[in-house]
């Protein structure tokens, strides 16, 4: 079992900039690809950024890419999304997710998930 809690979401203006991590707690999380999502309530969750395990892979959703960069701290069992030139459309709960094999874009392939943290971009 691997706990997850999300942080740093809050409300910021357009064009900038947050950053979220995810402490992990449990196994080790170093054994874990990690991944970022966001979904607004009623609708699927929607894949942004994944890493792996070793730290030498990345994937970005499109809608991010050059915008977004995930990152993480296996010493510190923790996840982070750096997220720059925000726009009001980037407006979500966002969720950091561990998967047990290799990194995938597919929300049902992740087996853990943190609670999620709001990300607000106003206009």
């Known amino acids: 079992q691997v706990q997850l809690v999300d942080s740093g979401g809050g409300l910021v203006q357009t064009g900038g900039s947050l950053r979220l991590s995810c402490a992990a707690s449990?196994?080790?999380?170093?054994?874990?690809?990690m991944g970022w999502f966001r979904q607004t309530p009623g609708t699927e969750r929607e894949f942004l950024a994944t890493i792996n395990l070793n730290v030498d892979q990345t994937y970005y959703a499109a809608s991010v890419k050059g915008r977004f960069t995930i990152t993480r701290d296996n010493a510190k069992n923790s996840l982070y999304l750096q997220m720059n030139s925000l726009k009001p459309e980037d407006t979500d709960i966002y969720y950091c997710a561990a998967s047990s094999g290799y990194i995938y874009t597919l929300p049902r392939l992740y087996n853990y998930w943190g609670q999620g943290t709001q990300v607000t971009v106003s206009s």
């Open positions: 449990g196994r080790t999380f170093s054994n874990y690809a």
